[in-house]
């Protein structure tokens, strides 16, 4: 009866051993540390005034970010909504008309109808951020922007961290992984 006992011990362990062992890694990019899933990777990349890099989520996805004083704040414009009655008079040479959404009654229409993110605030790491989702999952972006990390020289350091047309399955990744952000500033 002691060996049926310590066999079903050992087996319990063993089982137990291979359930607590973590699909998430740490990426440790000095300034600033993410908890993603396995297999996502770090790319160098070369900014010119600020620190910049990548993060490979698969060989479709990829992530990008921006450390310094001129951060993407990750703004969507206004979308250039014309009245269809104007088609004709657009000079192709200066305009791509795919960039422009014709509509009957342009006074009629909410720009906002036609933006792809939707904005949301949250903190994170104790700081105010601004996170963006898109609307329809898979077409727009999905980031976070963080407009004060902590004073560099003369100015503010900012931050930001995007994708741009994820899949559905990273996009979910992605925004539960933001929530695991901490900055570390360097002295």
Request: charged fraction near 25%; charge should be positive; hydrophobic fraction near 35%.
């Amino acid at each position: 009866m002691k060996i049926i006992s310590g066999l079903l011990l050992l087996l319990f362990i063993g089982c137990a051993d291979k359930n607590s062992k973590s699909d998430k890694q740490i990426l440790d990019f000095g300034s600033f540390s993410i908890v993603t899933p396995n297999g996502w990777t770090k790319i160098k990349a070369q900014g010119v005034d600020s620190y910049v890099g990548r993060i490979a989520i698969d060989n479709i996805d990829t992530l990008h970010f921006d450390l310094g004083w001129y951060s993407n704040k990750l703004n969507e414009y206004e979308p250039t909504i014309l009245d269809s009655s104007m088609i004709s008079s657009i000079d192709t040479s200066m305009v791509d008309k795919s960039e422009i959404i014709f509509v009957k009654n342009r006074m009629r229409v909410d720009p906002d109808k036609y933006k792809k993110n939707n904005v949301s605030w949250d903190t994170i790491d104790g700081r105010n951020a601004k996170i963006v989702f898109p609307r329809k999952s898979g077409i727009g972006t999905t980031g976070i922007y963080i407009d004060s990390l902590w004073q560099s020289g003369s100015d503010v350091d900012r931050f930001n961290l995007y994708g741009d047309n994820l899949k559905p399955t990273n996009e979910k990744l992605f925004l539960e992984a933001l929530k695991t952000l901490k900055f570390h500033k360097k002295k």
